[in-house]
């Protein structure tokens, strides 16, 4: 209990000492959320480029699998 009662004084201290940090970051995270809240675009342009990736890269996969199961190739003598 009493090293409780010492962190909690020692972490009071460091609070009161830090106060104007402290202001500060709360003000700088108050600012970015409402940034954030006012543009919705950075919400939905991740998920909009991770679906047109996710796409592109199942398309790829799609294309590599149907090279692989052609088989073996080996050269044939072809006459015209």
């Given at each position: 209990?009493?090293?409780?009662?010492?962190?909690?004084?020692?972490?009071?201290?460091?609070?009161?000492?830090?106060?104007?940090?402290?202001?500060?970051?709360?003000?700088?995270?108050?600012?970015?959320?409402?940034?954030?809240?006012?543009?919705k675009?950075?919400?939905?342009?991740?998920?909009?480029?991770?679906?047109?990736?996710?796409?592109?890269?199942?398309v790829?996969?799609?294309g590599?699998?149907?090279?692989?199961?052609?088989?073996?190739?080996?050269?044939?003598?072809?006459?015209?």
């Open positions: 209990m009493w090293i409780s009662w010492i962190l909690a004084a020692w972490f009071l201290v460091f609070v009161f000492c830090n106060l104007k940090s402290l202001r500060v970051s709360i003000a700088v995270i108050d600012t970015a959320a409402d940034f954030v809240s006012d543009t675009r950075g919400f939905l342009l991740p998920v909009l480029y991770f679906t047109i990736g996710l796409i592109v890269t199942l790829w996969l799609y590599f699998i149907c090279v692989c199961s052609i088989g073996t190739i080996t050269p044939g003598n072809y006459a015209l």
